[in-house]
């Protein structure tokens, strides 16, 4: 079992390294994490303060909410990049069926951008 997650992971590690290697593909990640950041921070302070709340939770919340909301921003903006990588790809080679990958990227950017939809919209969809 554990050769089969080495493998994995090795090809995670490949992918991204291909994905990256390009400087566009690293700013156009960044742009998008900082873009969900703010969008997080917009609709963040249309329901309250820092000053609320961080005076209403407990320190253990506020540090774990605040960090992975940064950690999703940077996955959305890893996985949205990917699925950009992958359609240019397509692109570039059009024979190859395109159906089952687009579905794939528009599921795995729903996963990536909502927790809530990854945890209980995803299984009910397959």
Do not use: W
């Not at 949205?80 to 395109?98: D, H």
């Not at 939809?117 to 299984?123: S, T």
């Amino acid at each position: 079992m554990s050769t089969y997650i080495e493998k994995i992971i090795e090809n995670q590690k490949k992918s991204l390294h291909t994905v990256f290697k390009d400087t566009l593909y690293v700013v156009f990640a960044i742009s998008l994490a900082l873009n969900f950041v703010a969008l997080d921070y917009v609709i963040f302070s249309q329901s309250t303060t820092f000053r609320i709340f961080f005076s209403q939770n407990s320190l253990f919340y506020n540090r774990t909410s605040i960090i992975l909301s940064l950690l999703i921003a940077v996955l959305f903006g890893i996985s949205i990049t990917m699925v950009a990588f992958i359609l240019k790809q397509r692109k570039k080679n059009p024979e190859q069926s395109t159906g089952s990958s687009i579905l794939g990227s528009i599921f795995g950017v729903i996963a990536s951008g909502c927790p809530v939809c990854g945890a209980l919209l995803l299984p009910l969809l397959g």
